[in-house]
């Protein structure tokens, strides 16, 4: 065989290669690379060291110092709750009525809030936290909403903010305090959107329906 085509044959085959040896290295680039210090792998972390802990009475939590994250859960019998309280009964803690982000008298005022409410009893109500640094909170707090949907913080909106003042209290009733009067100092004027309890138990069921279809609340991780 001519020298000039050894060589073009000898050449074609490097190109061959080359390019075979491309295209693998194409197909395997894209392989996502694991970044410990990516936003989402941070949440995951968070979420993981979090769901250890071991809930509490919402009323026994012991003094903390810092910020951290924490998640309150019901277990009692009030009816339009049924769904959540099933799924945290027996230590399964398997879906937070509420996720927030605050310190040790946040917690506090929070247990009060319950105890003023005529259809809530504070034995029914647990919390775990998290003591952290607070530049990670909010990843670890959205990943929890996320993915568990609390429905005081997604449905029954109103919980969460501090008590007004006494100028303040002509405000709407918060659909929270619609359905639990008895808070101090709360907005006393007829909610716009929802005339009674009776209309947020609806909008409870139709979440519910929307929240169970796509998945059940998953378990804590071990």
């Known amino acids: 065989m001519p020298p000039q085509k050894k060589t073009e044959m000898h050449r074609s085959g490097r190109t061959a290669d080359h390019l075979s040896a491309g295209k693998e290295s194409r197909e395997t680039s894209g392989a996502a690379k694991f970044n410990p210090l990516a936003l989402d792998t941070l949440a995951e972390s968070m979420v993981t ?7 509490v009475c919402l009323d026994s939590v012991a003094k903390f110092e810092g910020p951290g994250v924490y998640a309150i859960y019901y277990t009692g019998p009030f009816e339009p709750y049924k769904a959540v309280a099933v799924a945290n009964r027996g230590n399964k803690w398997a879906w937070p009525i509420y996720v927030g982000k605050a310190k040790f008298e946040r917690l506090r005022h929070h247990a009060q809030s319950i105890k003023e409410a005529k259809s809530l009893d504070i034995k029914d109500f647990w919390c775990r936290y998290l003591v952290t640094e607070e530049i990670f909170i909010p990843l670890c707090e959205s990943l929890l909403i996320t993915r568990y949907a609390p429905i005081w913080n997604q449905v029954v909106t109103g919980f969460g903010p501090k008590v007004v003042g006494k100028e303040r209290t002509t405000q709407q009733t918060s659909m929270w305090d619609l359905l639990h009067p008895g808070r101090h100092g709360r907005g ?4 716009k959107r929802f005339k009674s309890a009776e209309d947020i138990q609806k909008k409870l069921e139709e979440a519910y329906k929307r929240f169970l279809s796509k998945a059940e609340p998953r378990p804590p991780r071990s």
Request: hydrophobic letters at 25%; aromatic letters at 10%; a neutral charge.
């Open 49 to 55: 060291e979090f769901l250890k802990q071991t809930p």
């Open 188 to 191: 006393s004027a007829p909610s």
